[in-house]
């Protein structure tokens, strides 16, 4: 194992294991050595984050443990955002994320959040209980890419059709790429809406969010659209 890829392991092994010292201080280490900033967030600190969320998942982890374990990601991430290369007239792709109106359940989007800003995007966080409305003015405002939706209540997901059909009657649906998750959505209720996107966990949205957006690190286009068309409605 080369000494870049050591780094980038015990980064990884530093957040799951909620060690915020010890996370800085191999950041520290990445910019000193001359490492690339990016990688290490992707392979080291966003790594480290998705291995948390999924004992979360699986009920290992609980809420005390992933703040902890995001703690130490973000000051990780206070070392390495400002060292990452950028394209010089490049700007970082700007996400719209909020919980739709009615829930107040940020747990899920946070996550996300985290593993957005992680994989480079700039994110909009509207927080929780935001009125349709409020995603697609923002959005606009914004001049976002994508516009992230969450919901842990059924019966809160009709606010996330409310926000495409306001897109549509606004004449912006083809300018924003929608995407949305949650407990209780399903790829079938992505399909239904007409979302362009659906991600089941926080592991699964920076890559769907690059693919949408045809960037580097994403899947092949269309793969979102090829994940609804697996479920029927």
Same mark, same amino acid.
């Given at each position: 194992?080369?000494?870049?890829?050591?780094?980038?392991?015990? =980064?990884?092994?530093?957040? !799951?294991n909620m060690e915020d010292d010890r996370a800085e201080g191999l950041s520290r280490e990445v910019v000193n050595e001359g490492y690339d900033a990016y990688l290490a967030?992707?392979?080291?600190?966003?790594?480290?984050? *998705?291995?948390?969320?999924?004992? !979360?998942?699986?009920?290992?982890?609980?809420?005390?443990?992933?703040?902890?374990?995001?703690?130490? /990601?973000?000051?990780?991430?206070?070392?390495?955002?400002?060292?990452?290369?950028?394209?010089?007239?490049?700007?970082?792709?700007?996400?719209?994320?909020?919980?739709?109106?009615?829930?107040?359940?940020?747990? #899920?989007?946070? &996550?996300?959040?985290? /593993?957005?800003?992680?994989?480079? !995007? *700039?994110?909009?966080? &509207?927080?929780?209980?935001?009125?349709?409305?409020?995603?697609?003015?923002?959005?606009?405002?914004?001049?976002?890419?994508?516009?992230?939706?969450?919901?842990?209540?059924?019966?809160?997901?009709?606010?996330?059709?409310?926000?495409?059909?306001?897109?549509?009657?606004? #004449?912006?649906?083809? @300018? !924003?790429?929608?995407?949305?998750?949650?407990?209780?959505?399903?790829?079938?209720?992505? @399909?239904?809406? #007409?979302?362009?996107?659906?991600?089941?966990?926080?592991?699964?949205?920076?890559? =769907?969010?690059?693919? =949408?957006?045809?960037?580097?690190?994403?899947?092949?286009?269309?793969?979102?659209?090829?994940?609804?068309?697996?479920?029927?409605?």
């Amino acid at each position: 194992m080369s000494r870049e890829t050591e780094l980038y392991a015990q =980064l990884s092994d530093a957040v !799951f294991n909620m060690e915020d010292d010890r996370a800085e201080g191999l950041s520290r280490e990445v910019v000193n050595e001359g490492y690339d900033a990016y990688l290490a967030i992707d392979q080291g600190l966003a790594r480290g984050m *998705e291995r948390a969320g999924k004992l !979360f998942e699986d009920g290992e982890y609980f809420v005390p443990e992933l703040v902890l374990c995001s703690d130490a /990601m973000y000051r990780g991430l206070d070392v390495l955002k400002p060292h990452i290369k950028t394209d010089g007239a490049a700007q970082k792709p700007k996400i719209v994320i909020g919980v739709i109106e009615g829930d107040t359940h940020d747990i #899920g989007k946070n &996550l996300v959040k985290i /593993m957005q800003e992680a994989g480079g !995007f *700039e994110i909009i966080d &509207l927080g929780r209980d935001v009125p349709p409305v409020k995603f697609v003015e923002t959005a606009e405002r914004e001049n976002a890419g994508i516009i992230c939706i969450s919901t842990l209540m059924t019966t809160t997901m009709d606010g996330m059709e409310a926000v495409i059909r306001l897109l549509e009657k606004r #004449g912006l649906r083809e @300018r !924003f790429k929608v995407v949305v998750g949650g407990g209780p959505v399903s790829a079938a209720y992505a @399909r239904k809406i #007409g979302a362009d996107g659906y991600a089941a966990n926080a592991a699964e949205a920076v890559p =769907l969010t690059k693919g =949408l957006l045809g960037l580097a690190g994403g899947p092949v286009p269309g793969a979102a659209e090829a994940v609804k068309e697996e479920v029927p409605v």
